[in-house]
């Protein structure tokens, strides 16, 4: 079994920063690619930045500049530092990761349960 459990979110005034964690734990050989995805009300989930094994990334157009995404591969953690928050950024925010289990040796892509940001104006 694997989870992955995010924490960081919270409410902030426009303008702060959050910095969201998400930890994966579990039944893992290897991480592959990490993710950030948001949805707020009524919208479609959207993907917010994603981050390689070697550390590329790759950023929604919305948030480049602001967010930052980055991963600790010793503790098998992915972080999104956001700053420079607007209202339009508020939505629970939900981590996936690529997994190769050790006792299965396949890659599965498991998911967060959620933490919501909310950003007042």
């Known amino acids: 079994q694997v989870q992955l459990v995010e924490s960081g979110g919270g409410l902030v005034q426009a303008g702060g920063s959050l910095r969201l964690s998400c930890a994966a734990s579990g039944d893992i050989f290897s991480i592959n690619a990490m993710a950030w995805y948001r949805q707020a009300p009524g919208k479609q989930r959207e993907l917010v930045a994603t981050?390689?094994?070697?550390?590329?990334?790759n950023y929604a157009d919305s948030v480049k500049g602001r967010f930052t995404i980055s991963r600790d591969n010793a503790k098998n953690t992915v972080y999104l530092q956001m700053n420079s928050l607007k209202p339009e950024d508020t939505a629970v925010y939900r981590c996936n990761a690529n997994i190769v289990a050790v006792t299965t040796a396949k890659e599965f892509r498991y998911w967060g349960q959620g933490t919501q940001v909310s950003v007042s104006s």
């Open positions: 981050i390689t094994s070697d550390g590329s990334t």
